[in-house]
């Protein structure tokens, strides 16, 4: 009889362990420490939610790749998917995807975040991602190497970046270490140029490509200076191969101790320091140089992710939970505090534990908050496209195609066909 009723109540509980388990799947980002990261989170949300498995989906390391495979979900109208972590610049392109988290929940949590970023995630009032990380384009630059060449202190400008750049390397280079290169950065032609060209060109005073109120500014002397510059430093401080460049190529030449400047996101710092790394100790981080121009200033692209529910998922209100769960304080802080990810909860900069383990997400506060958005909301639902026209024409240009004069003369008549928009100066 006892064997009975202890054979039925494990029947039940097989019953109600199959009924009420259920499985979320998040496909998330694999740069760097990501992938880790979001493991260890997503465990300790199953730790916490018994009868809950949440799948971890890698996804490739290109923005653009992996708005590609976002799309087939999407196109496919896929469950197989719940939560989505998306780039700053789709919440306009991607929005009828997404459920309105504000339905869910997030309408606690929201003020706690940087208003513009939930300004950014909010499409005609629907709340289409919760914040997670905030990005911004940094210079990493080896201490060691300035003190050994002489200069007081990171480049104020890009010209004093490549003269900077050219003496160490030549100094390096002199002394056997022929892979040594003065500048590494995001040269290919995906979305990580648009980022670093719309930083040459607003740290130049000129412009934003296309401004908050629709104008096409892109064309115009000071944007041409730059960029002419950026592609004089092909060959010479940066390897040929920059133009096929993304983070994670740039990241690896750097912490192999083989360049002397980086231009990258905060992410890049943690693995610097790391285990991994043969540059731990022996480098800083500075705001990006200014432009020549008058009102040059230094300027870095805004970047980031978010984190959204599918509307196609089976389970949104789970999703929901967890997109608040992975997003929370407690969260954010042990990614900040582990991979350098930016927290978008502002106490977090206040934070003391955040601020002992990584004190540049305090000295460069004004930098975060400063950065510099892409027209994603102006050009929606065709940011990615207006994006492509930009990088190509930057590509062409730093791969000798096409002086910077015509390609964005060129790249002016493009974006005002496909935009309709208006032409101005900055
Ligand atoms: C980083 C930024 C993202 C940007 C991407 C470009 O992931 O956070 O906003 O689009 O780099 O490569």
């Given at each position: 009889?006892?064997?009975?009723?202890?054979?039925?109540?494990f029947?039940?509980?097989?019953?109600?362990?199959?009924?009420?388990?259920?499985t979320?799947?998040?496909?998330?980002?694999?740069?760097?420490?990501?992938?880790?990261l979001?493991?260890?989170?997503?465990?300790?949300?199953?730790?916490?939610?018994?009868?809950?498995?949440?799948?971890?989906?890698?996804?490739?390391?290109?923005?653009?790749?992996?708005?590609?495979?976002?799309?087939?979900?999407?196109?496919?109208?896929?469950?197989?998917?719940?939560?989505?972590?998306?780039?700053?610049?789709?919440?306009?392109?991607?929005?009828?995807?997404?459920?309105?988290?504000?339905?869910?929940?997030a309408?606690?949590v929201?003020?706690?975040?940087?208003?513009?970023?939930?300004?950014?995630?909010?499409?005609?009032?629907?709340?289409?991602?919760?914040?997670?990380f905030?990005?911004?384009g940094?210079?990493?630059?080896?201490?060691?190497?300035?003190?050994?060449?002489?200069?007081?202190?990171?480049?104020?400008?890009?010209?004093?970046?490549?003269?900077?750049?050219?003496?160490?390397q030549?100094?390096?280079?002199?002394?056997?270490?022929t892979?040594?290169?003065?500048?590494?950065?995001?040269?290919n032609?995906?979305?990580?140029?648009?980022?670093?060209?719309?930083?040459?060109?607003?740290?130049?005073?000129?412009?934003?490509?296309?401004?908050?109120?629709?104008?096409?500014?892109?064309?115009?002397?000071?944007?041409?200076?730059?960029?002419?510059?950026?592609?004089?430093?092909?060959g010479?401080?940066?390897?040929?191969?920059?133009?096929?460049?993304?983070?994670?190529?740039?990241?690896?030449?750097?912490?192999?101790?083989?360049?002397?400047?980086?231009?990258?996101?905060?992410?890049?710092?943690?693995?610097?320091?790391?285990?991994?790394?043969?540059?731990?100790?022996?480098?800083?981080?500075?705001?990006?140089?200014?432009?020549?121009?008058?009102?040059?200033?230094?300027?870095?692209?805004?970047?980031?992710?978010?984190?959204?529910?599918?509307?196609?998922?089976?389970?949104?209100?789970?999703?929901?939970?967890?997109?608040?769960?992975?997003?929370?304080?407690?969260?954010?802080?042990?990614?900040?505090?582990?991979?350098?990810?930016?927290?978008?909860?502002?106490?977090?900069?206040?934070?003391?534990?955040?601020?002992?383990?990584?004190?540049?997400?305090?000295?460069?506060?004004?930098?975060?908050?400063?950065?510099?958005?892409?027209?994603?909301?102006?050009?929606a639902?065709?940011?990615?496209e207006?994006?492509?026209?930009?990088?190509?024409?930057?590509?062409?240009?730093?791969t000798?195609?096409?002086?910077?004069?015509?390609?964005?003369?060129?790249?002016?008549?493009?974006?005002?066909?496909?935009?309709?928009?208006?032409?101005?100066?900055?």
């Amino acid at each position: 009889m006892r064997k009975l009723l202890f054979s039925l109540a494990f029947a039940l509980a097989l019953v109600w362990g199959a009924a009420s388990a259920q499985t979320l799947t998040v496909a998330a980002g694999a740069v760097g420490m990501e992938l880790e990261l979001v493991r260890d989170a997503a465990q300790r949300f199953m730790d916490a939610n018994p009868g809950v498995t949440v799948n971890v989906l890698d996804t490739p390391d290109l923005a653009d790749d992996r708005l590609g495979l976002y799309l087939q979900f999407f196109e496919a109208r896929s469950p197989e998917v719940d939560l989505y972590q998306i780039d700053v610049i789709w919440p306009g392109d991607l929005e009828e995807h997404f459920v309105d988290l504000f339905e869910f929940g997030a309408g606690d949590v929201v003020d706690q975040h940087f208003p513009a970023i939930v300004e950014n995630n909010t499409v005609d009032g629907r709340l289409i991602g919760i914040p997670w990380f905030t990005d911004a384009g940094l210079l990493y630059y080896r201490t060691d190497l300035l003190e050994k060449y002489g200069f007081d202190g990171p480049p104020a400008t890009w010209s004093e970046l490549t003269e900077m750049a050219q003496v160490i390397q030549d100094g390096e280079r002199a002394e056997g270490n022929t892979d040594f290169w003065g500048f590494v950065w995001q040269g290919n032609a995906y979305e990580g140029l648009t980022c670093d060209a719309l930083e040459w060109i607003a740290s130049n005073a000129g412009g934003r490509i296309i401004e908050p109120d629709g104008v096409i500014t892109v064309y115009n002397p000071n944007a041409v200076e730059i960029i002419d510059l950026a592609a004089s430093w092909v060959g010479t401080i940066s390897p040929p191969g920059v133009t096929g460049f993304a983070e994670e190529d740039a990241r690896l030449m750097f912490q192999a101790g083989n360049a002397a400047f980086q231009r990258n996101w905060p992410y890049a710092y943690s693995l610097g320091q790391g285990p991994d790394s043969d540059i731990a100790g022996l480098f800083d981080v500075s705001p990006l140089p200014a432009g020549d121009a008058e009102g040059g200033t230094p300027a870095a692209t805004l970047g980031g992710w978010q984190l959204g529910v599918s509307r196609y998922s089976e389970n949104p209100e789970l999703a929901a939970e967890l997109a608040l769960f992975l997003t929370s304080y407690e969260e954010q802080k042990i990614r900040a505090i582990v991979g350098t990810f930016n927290p978008t909860i502002m106490a977090l900069y206040e934070d003391p534990e955040v601020l002992e383990a990584v004190p540049f997400f305090g000295a460069l506060y004004d930098v975060f908050i400063n950065a510099v958005a892409r027209p994603s909301t102006i050009t929606a639902p065709d940011y990615a496209e207006v994006s492509r026209l930009f990088f190509r024409a930057v590509h062409d240009v730093l791969t000798g195609v096409e002086e910077a004069d015509t390609a964005l003369a060129l790249l002016e008549l493009d974006l005002e066909a496909f935009t309709g928009f208006p032409t101005g100066s900055p």
